[in-house]
């Protein structure tokens, strides 16, 4: 029976109420207990919950929004039914729900609980029967308790027992004969829009109509088709008057560019949680954690995440959304999606006995106790003091204490669930009149409210703003009710409150507009292709951003509510605007006309929210002057003598007079017609695109992504199958997720060189690495904690480790086996790095000695970076997952960790991660102890392995050095342990030349991080000693990051190479004299040398600050700046051996020193003059500030310092000019030199001057002990 009576379909959206509904005991079933809400049944039977039934609703079904039975029925009575006696406190509760649909529409329920005499004679006994198996169990297991040994026999006799029993039967009793029955019944409406305060009202009206003494002015019937079928739904911007029972009601709806409808009381969310709390819980709800919110009280849930998900404006959480999960449904908790849900707690249990599948990524909001558990680690919202001192000011305006109200204890709960004023002043069930209700006069008794003012006092805090809101009965003035003025205060706090948050989002995504990807022509292929398309310029919006907001912002435009939003902003040039996003883009018009100056958006100063008056005003103005008054509630055509009046019962309501409206054409059908036909033709518009509205909505599921299809499970059908289905959707979407994070995080490292090889957009920062990383820990935690049979610690997967390692070492202990890849390999000359062992144990052991990580959550996602370092992740967690007994222990059959070939998918993307080097442990673990093995790799056949003098090294690297450490005599291997050194950058050797062989010939130094296993070549190629070569007792190493191969080849590379492969070196011209090998660049490969060099340095210089790489290996490196100028240098240099001693670059240099010391230049005019003796002056003083500096560098050394520091002060183009025309380059250098060509040193010039305008930083170990 189609229930769109009347004036066609069209009028259908437009009311104001869709469903009356009447939930609660069938006297045909009787008693049947609820088995999915999880009660045991140790519990005396009126504490037990029992199957509730949907007894009738009115209309039987409306085409848009289909009456879900199931879901409405246990949303009404989410507990079931509950029995009182007259001993038991019997006050109505009201409570609200949503039920959001696949697609994300949503509908409201209000709901009013009371209780009603049971009649049914067959009830009554059921629940007597129930009564006396009960005590008779509890008596039994008492005394079997008691009487298991003569020890507790004889305490049994003690009073303990005795009076244990008797109490549990006076507490617990119900007898027929005495005792009176009362079974809860509710009331409900549903609503397409939430308006609480109306629905409420109406509500309220209603069981004051059953419960007094008169019959109510009209039958029920009459208000209830007046609602359902006469009401209209008021239009934006105006309000409506409609008539309740005994008095009349308002509601308004803002207008279309005002913030959307919300009608709970944002003042209670703030008083329930605290200022500080709840903008803690939104930064969390933004990042789109799991939020569970936990109350006794049902309203209170809804209030709390109907509040904050208002709060989000303009963005709207896009993820599975409970705000009461029915016991039946408590496997809901297990999703490994982000989810925000509340649950009821039962009354006297602890948070501690609350079983949750997964905490690592979980906000847990206790609202009762005013308290919260966050995640670890997750970024603060930008500006958050100014924020939370802003909202404090309106608070404070509303004598609302920002640190929350004390005056939610349960005492006054209970009382302000009492229909406060509505409630009929009848001196019965201890009614009292409203105004004499003073909540502080209640409390003052209260003994935690004198125990907290106590403690306050002591700790300084000032108790004077908790004047527990007396203000709530003042005077009658202006002949307004109380009750109205209190709503209305309500009323304009909660606008004004959504203003300043929404102003946050307004100044920070101001110009947003500006990074949205435009790519697609039309929608369809915008649709098509949605998953492989990027549509906002991530890297560009953040590099605008002030730099505190960034932890934040990175995070947040990952998430899919932002991804939702730009989708629907790209999707408004083909369709209507979402009205989200009409009011917010409409906001940021406004600020750009108001400021001129568009950069000053994007300092991070904080501009506070500018239009709350008028926002307040907006909403007084609609509710002193009302815009429609709907049609009175008026007799129907029903027949005589049906639905007679009992006080305290309500009636059977006649079903046919309510199935369906009138049929006359009401004045505001013609109005939702027009509105239908504009639908229509938009309907067509879209099909006329090319897209049947099917199609488009698969693709608009598929292209929102993931999380959508898994938003909203549902909520009536609970067969095992649709379970199981539920479970297969997570399966499923768990593995898309992981398929798309491992892409981003791929597409994101290799993005550069894929950028400069011209495939794809430069899109991403390394700001964002770290974020994606975050992300993917994320995921493995959810995907570890789906489908667990117990749960154990916060961490899923931690837990799951360290079953693992308790396991294995057992079997380690009782098998004593070795252990995979544990022999150390030796080369032929018994010198090399021992293979690293690869053990998914041994890295768990790493985390374990950390002792800067406190906890479980932390510890996974140490070793999920750690693994991820050392491209093992994939293979440690193949390792974890195959012991399979331990799998099947832990997880049900269902879950994502026991689907073979999904797991398998999984760990294959994961392994594509391998591709990619990553230094996500030791960057972020900035202050641990590392232990390192450093090993020296002389070259044997030309020198000694091992010298008689004492060497010693020095490792240097991002974060710190070493210092100096000597090597113990006869050792080429050493291991040391210090502080994490971050990426190595160089090593200094030397030794202090004592002993008959002092000069040594060192190949290279290898070393390696013991915990991640980078290991690092110091290519050197140069003998150490005086005498020999260039003299030098001590060498600066750059190093270079070898790539991990597998073990094998790491050992042949650290076996001494044939001598003429020694490394890097064989550039350097001087190491010809002593090879022979006579391979010289021509000049042209020497200029294009050092443009490149140069060019690298510009680059560098040009990335972002996160991403550079070291400038180190850029100056100093195989193809750095100094050795491109070596080359200069050596061009055409006449390096013959005069009595076989050679001549090195720096021998020039200080002929050129002495040169200029002793002459006077004669120049032609005075200010070239000038200029050039200071450039003489600073190169004479350079130079033998390195000469004179205590340390034994070799001249090709002092070469490379005097390069540098001449690069870092911008130096060099002063220099070489001079250096190209002082006499001493006719003696040491050729006719063709290219020192001697001016077209060719002029250019060089120009080359170098393009460092000018850099900030450039030298390493310490590079410059150590000059002091210029």
Not at 382 to 400: C, D, R
Not at 873 to 888: E, I, R, T
């Amino acid at each position: 029976m189609s229930g769109s009576g009347g004036p066609g379909p069209g009028a259908a959206p437009c009311r104001f109420a869709h469903y009356f509904v009447l939930c609660g005991i069938d006297a045909e079933s009787g008693l049947e207990p609820d088995e999915l809400a999880g009660e045991n049944f140790d519990q005396s039977p009126l504490r037990r919950t029992f199957k509730s039934k949907v007894l009738a609703h009115y209309p039987q079904n409306i085409e848009w929004n289909p009456f879900d039975q199931d879901a409405v029925n246990m949303l009404c009575m989410p507990k079931g039914l509950s029995f009182r006696t007259q001993a038991d406190n019997r006050d109505p509760q009201l409570h609200s729900f949503i039920i959001t649909r696949e697609d994300g529409s949503r509908t409201y329920g209000f709901v009013l609980t009371f209780f009603e005499e049971v009649t049914s004679k067959q009830i009554c006994t059921a629940m007597q029967t129930l009564y006396q198996m009960h005590n008779a169990e509890q008596y039994s297991s008492v005394c079997a308790s008691s009487s298991c040994s003569m020890d507790s026999l004889a305490s049994s006799i003690d009073e303990g027992d005795a009076t244990s029993l008797a109490k549990l039967q006076r507490y617990n009793s119900y007898d027929i004969s005495r005792d009176t029955l009362y079974v809860s019944k509710c009331i409900c409406l549903i609503t397409p829009l939430p308006f609480m305060q109306a629905c409420k009202k109406f509500l309220i009206q209603l069981y004051k109509a059953v419960t007094s003494q008169q019959p109510p002015p009209l039958p029920l019937e009459s208000y209830i088709h007046n609602i359902l079928y006469e009401v209209p739904l008021p239009p934006p911007g105006r309000s409506l008057k409609f008539y309740g029972v005994y008095e009349p009601i308002i509601c308004q709806r803002p207008g279309p560019n005002e913030l959307p409808l919300s009608d709970y009381p944002l003042r209670e969310v703030f008083e329930l949680l605290g200022l500080e709390n709840l903008v803690q819980v939104f930064t969390c709800v933004l990042l789109e954690m799991q939020i569970l919110l936990y109350s006794q009280d049902y309203q209170r849930l809804m209030t709390v995440a109907e509040g904050i998900t208002t709060l989000l404006f303009p963005f709207q959480w896009q993820h599975v959304y409970v705000p009461i999960l029915p016991a039946s449904l408590l496997h809901f908790l297990d999703a490994p999606v982000p989810y925000l849900m509340g649950l009821q707690s039962k009354e006297g249990t602890d948070r501690s006995k609350l079983e949750l599948p997964q905490e690592a990524n979980l906000c847990f909001v206790d609202i009762d106790n005013h308290f919260i558990e966050l995640p670890e680690e997750f970024p603060q919202f930008p500006n958050k003091l100014e924020f939370i001192q802003e909202i404090s000011e309106v608070l404070l305006q509303f004598g609302i204490p920002p640190e929350g109200n004390l005056h939610c204890s349960d005492s006054a709960t209970k009382l302000k669930n009492l229909v406060l004023s509505d409630l009929v002043n009848d001196k019965k069930n201890g009614n009292i009149p409203s105004n004499a209700l003073n909540m502080y006069e209640l409390l003052k008794g209260n003994e935690t409210i004198a125990r907290l003012q106590a403690l306050a006092k002591r700790t300084g805090v000032t108790m004077e703003k908790i004047t527990i809101t007396a203000p709530l009965v003042e005077k009658e003035k202006d002949g307004k009710l109380p009750c109205e003025e209190v709503e209305l205060r309500d009323y304009k706090l909660n606008v004004q409150l959504r203003e300043v948050f929404a102003n946050r989002f307004t100044q920070m995504f101001a110009d947003y507009e500006a990074f949205v990807i435009q790519a697609a022509p039309d929608m369809e292929s915008w649709l098509t292709n949605r998953e492989q398309m990027q549509n906002f310029d991530k890297a560009s919006f953040l590099s605008d951003q002030p730099e505190p907001y960034l932890p934040f912002l990175s995070h947040f435009i990952e998430t899919q509510m932002f991804a939702t939003f730009i989708d629907n902003k790209i999707i408004s040039q083909w369709e209507e605007k979402d009205p989200f996003l009409r009011v917010f883009d409409s906001r940021i018009e406004k600020i750009r006309l108001y400021n001129v100056r568009a950069p000053a958006l994007r300092t991070s100063n904080y501009q506070k929210c500018s239009t709350l008056k008028e926002a307040a005003q907006s909403i007084e103005q609609r509710l002193m002057k009302i815009d429609h008054t709907a049609i009175h509630p008026h007799l129907l055509d029903m027949k005589i003598g049906q639905g007679k009046y009992e006080q305290g019962f309500f009636p059977k309501l006649q079903s046919d007079v309510l199935a369906t409206g009138p049929t006359n054409n009401n004045r505001w059908a013609s109005r939702s017609t027009t509105t239908q036909r504009r639908k229509d033709r938009l309907r067509q518009h879209s099909e006329h695109i090319g897209l049947d509205n099917d199609l488009r909505e698969k693709y608009m599921q598929e292209a929102r992504s993931l999380g959508k299809n898994l938003r909203q499970p549902k909520l009536s059908d609970l067969s095992p199958a649709v379970i199981a289905q539920t479970n297969w959707k997570f399966v499923e979407g768990l593995l898309k997720e992981c398929r798309m994070k491992t892409k981003r995080m791929l597409v994101e490292k290799m993005g550069h060189e894929a950028v400069e090889l011209g495939h794809g957009e430069a899109n991403i920062t390394g700001l964002e690495e770290n974020t994606l990383i975050a992300s993917l820990c994320d995921l493995l935690e959810r995907i570890w904690s789906h489908g667990l049979q117990v749960k154990q610690g916060k961490s899923a997967l931690w837990s799951h480790l360290l079953q693992y390692q308790e396991r294995e070492e057992k079997q380690e202990h009782s098998a004593e086996s070795p252990a995979v890849g544990t022999e150390r390999r030796k080369s032929d000359t018994g010198i090399s790095l021992p293979t690293l062992r690869v053990s998914l144990i041994q890295d768990m052991r790493h985390v374990q000695n950390m002792s800067e990580i406190k906890t479980d959550v932390g510890r996974a996602r140490a070793w999920i970076r750690l693994s991820l370092e050392k491209k093992l992740l994939s293979q440690h967690l193949k390792q974890l997952l195959s012991n399979q007994a331990l799998a099947k222990k832990l997880y049900k059959r269902y879950a994502f960790l026991r689907c073979e070939e999904e797991r398998e998918q999984f760990l294959y993307h994961l392994l594509s991660l391998n591709a990619v080097d990553y230094f996500c442990f030791t960057s972020v673990f900035t202050t641990i102890m590392i232990p390192y093995r450093s090993v020296i790799i002389p070259i044997k056949k030309l020198s000694n392995a091992i010298t008689t003098s004492n060497p010693w090294i020095c490792v240097s690297g991002e974060l710190g050095e070493t210092g100096v450490m000597q090597i113990p005599k006869n050792h080429l291997e050493m291991t040391f342990e210090c502080q994490n050194l971050g990426k190595l950058t160089t090593v200094q050797i030397g030794h202090d030349n004592s002993g008959l062989l002092a000069k040594w010939l060192v190949d290279c130094v290898m070393v390696r991080n013991e915990i991640t296993g980078h290991t690092y070549k110091f290519p050197c190629g140069r003998w150490l000693g005086k005498g020999i070569d260039d003299g030098s007792l001590e060498r600066i190493l750059i190093g270079e990051l070898v790539s991990s191969t597998s073990d094998e080849e790491l050992g042949k590379q650290c076996r001494t190479p044939p001598q003429q492969k020694s490394p890097t070196m064989a550039r350097r011209l001087s190491i010809t004299s002593l090879t022979g090998k006579n391979t010289k660049p021509n000049a042209g490969q020497i200029q294009e040398g050092i443009g490149e060099a140069v060019n690298n340095i510009v680059k560098h210089f040009h990335k972002p600050e996160k991403e550079r790489g070291s400038l180190t290996i850029l100056l100093c490196g195989e193809n750095g700046l100094v050795a491109a100028l070596e080359q200069v240098f050596h061009h055409g240099f006449k390096s013959a051996r005069i009595f076989h001693k050679n001549v090195f670059i720096w021998d020039f240099i200080e002929k050129a020193v002495a040169y200029f010391e002793t002459s006077d230049q004669i120049g032609d005019n005075e200010e070239a003059l000038l200029l050039q003796r200071s450039s003489c002056k600073t190169f004479c003083h350079y130079v033998n500030a390195i000469n004179t500096a205590p340390r034994n560098i070799g001249k090709d050394g002092k070469f490379q310092i005097l390069v540098c520091l001449g690069t870092r002060d911008h130096l060099l183009p002063q220099w070489i000019p001079l250096l190209a025309e002082c006499p001493p380059i006719t003696r040491m250098y050729e006719e063709n030199a290219l020192l001697r060509d001016r077209m060719t040193v002029n250019s060089l010039i120009r080359v170098l001057q393009t460092l000018q305008d850099f900030n450039i930083i030298l390493e310490g170990s590079l410059i150590k002990g000059v002091d210029v």
